[in-house]
């Protein structure tokens, strides 16, 4: 399969690109989307659909281990994110990042002198280009922490090359975006972590949750609430002079052109998230953010890992929360509520966030807590794992072929909540969501089936 793939991705240089006005042609409502990547078409299908002119890589499949028998890894995108998670890789001993991109030059040179510093050895260096890192064979893996429009490239290409990936959430700032990544990881065949956390870590407050819902301990569900942030905006932000050693062109990548701000790309290494998150040229918002995290909980928890509601139904008011999803079994899920995470069944509701899970008996908030509805699963019950660290199973998915827990699949399914989420708001609207077909049925869906995707700037 990699030989042909080799084969498909040299044929096709350049690719072709849309132009700004033109939208990816890989939609969710697409009739041969679950064929795109058959024959490995995935280099025209999915990397050209995405608007990029990717220059030919290196696609053999790298060895799973270096000369001193250790992985070799490398970071795409050096910002406070990595700068959290890049010591969790290093504290498997046999893992080794031996290479840092950023479109900001002083972000990669950060990245691999800390990297060293912790090693105490110049293993590691900046490279000029996330397609650097790409193109090397001697890369196992690559984690990808750039912001949310830069994750469909690297990812998929990173996939075509033979490299598993550890990406952070939300997988994709558009539903056809997750799509194309799901399926490159799949054809693939390489392990992917989407960087939903909650599953592994924080006491393990989630998975009880998760765990005691999926065995019935609070009867049959009827919802769940998930207290998260609202919507995007369009980016205002003032254009301000663009420092010498940031490619802002490359920062914008597949968004549309506009003058350089810092509060969407820092200057130098920094402490704070970017107030890119925010904007809708970027991201998802609030809601795409930690939505991200609290609905992939609440898919986790309803078996929902592979699907999605049947229904997206704004509130008629007008507001930016109440958003109501029905599912297929009629359980409805609202955005907004008292907690991360509430789940309430027939005979019970559980509580989560990341500082505490509780259950009592009924709704009402104000009653005794019920530990026993979160004991430990009894025999013939579901045994959700207990990781022990998200960054661990990712490592060990590898080593033994396995799925991680929150694989491309997953991760795209919760981003896709997100993104209905939002649609459902812009519409304002009832609307019919085929969870198979990943389209918009009925009234209005030419309307939201064009919000499964987005337009792209020509760019590099």
């Not at 790298?62 to 998670?85: D, K, Y």
Request: proline share 7%; hydrophobic share 40%; with cysteine.
């Amino acid at each position: 399969m990699q030989a042909r793939l080799a084969s498909a991705l040299s044929s096709c240089e350049p690719w072709r690109v849309p132009t700004p006005a033109t939208a990816i042609t890989i939609t969710a409502a697409s009739p041969s989307r679950r064929e795109f990547l058959r024959n490995a078409t995935i280099s025209t299908a999915a990397l050209a659909a995405l608007g990029t002119a990717t220059p030919r890589v290196a696609l053999a499949r790298p060895a799973q281990t270096s000369a001193n028998n250790r992985m070799q890894l490398a970071i795409i995108g050096f910002g406070v994110r990595a700068r959290e998670i890049y010591g969790g890789f290093l504290d498997d001993d046999g893992v080794e990042i031996i290479s840092v991109a950023d479109v900001a030059s002083a972000r990669a040179t950060t990245g691999a002198r800390l990297v060293n510093e912790r090693r105490t050895a110049p293993i590691c260096t900046a490279a000029p280009s996330w397609r650097e890192i790409i193109a090397n064979p001697s890369i196992d893996a690559v984690i990808i922490a750039t912001p949310d429009h830069w994750h469909a490239e690297p990812a998929i290409c990173a996939a075509l090359a033979g490299k598993h990936v550890f990406c952070e959430k939300p997988l994709s700032l558009t539903i056809a975006e997750g799509r194309a990544i799901a399926d490159a990881a799949r054809k693939a065949q390489i392990r992917f972590q989407t960087g939903c956390q909650q599953r592994s870590e924080f006491g393990h407050y989630f998975v009880r949750a998760a765990e005691a819902v999926r065995n019935g301990r609070i009867g049959a569900i009827q919802r769940v609430t998930i207290g998260i942030g609202e919507s995007p905006i369009p980016c205002d932000l003032p254009e301000e002079t663009c420092p010498t050693d940031i490619d802002w062109s490359g920062w914008l990548g597949q968004a549309p052109m506009r003058g350089f701000n810092h509060e969407l790309c820092p200057i130098g290494m920094h402490d704070r998230y970017p107030k890119w998150r925010s904007y809708r040229e970027y991201a998802n918002g609030g809601l795409g953010d930690m939505g991200a995290h609290h609905f992939d909980i609440a898919q986790w928890a309803l078996g929902m890992d592979a699907s999605g509601p049947v229904e997206v139904i704004p509130p008629a008011d007008g507001a930016k929360s109440g958003l109501r999803f029905v599912y297929a079994n009629g359980v409805e899920m609202i955005h907004g509520g008292p907690t991360d995470c509430t789940f309430v069944g027939s005979e019970g509701t559980i509580e989560c966030s990341r500082g505490h899970v509780r259950a009592y008996h009924g709704n009402d908030r104000a009653a005794p807590d019920a530990p026993a509805l979160l004991a430990p699963p009894r025999e013939g019950e579901l045994a959700l794992p207990r990781n022990r660290s998200h960054i661990a199973d990712f490592l060990d998915a590898i080593r033994t072929g396995r799925d991680p827990i929150a694989t491309a699949e997953i991760g795209h399914r919760t981003a896709t909540i997100c993104q209905l989420c939002n649609i459902g708001y812009e519409l304002g609207t009832p609307l019919s969501w085929d969870p198979l077909a990943e389209r918009f049925t009925g009234v209005n869906a030419a309307d939201a089936n064009a919000r499964t995707t987005r337009a792209v700037r020509r760019h590099a």
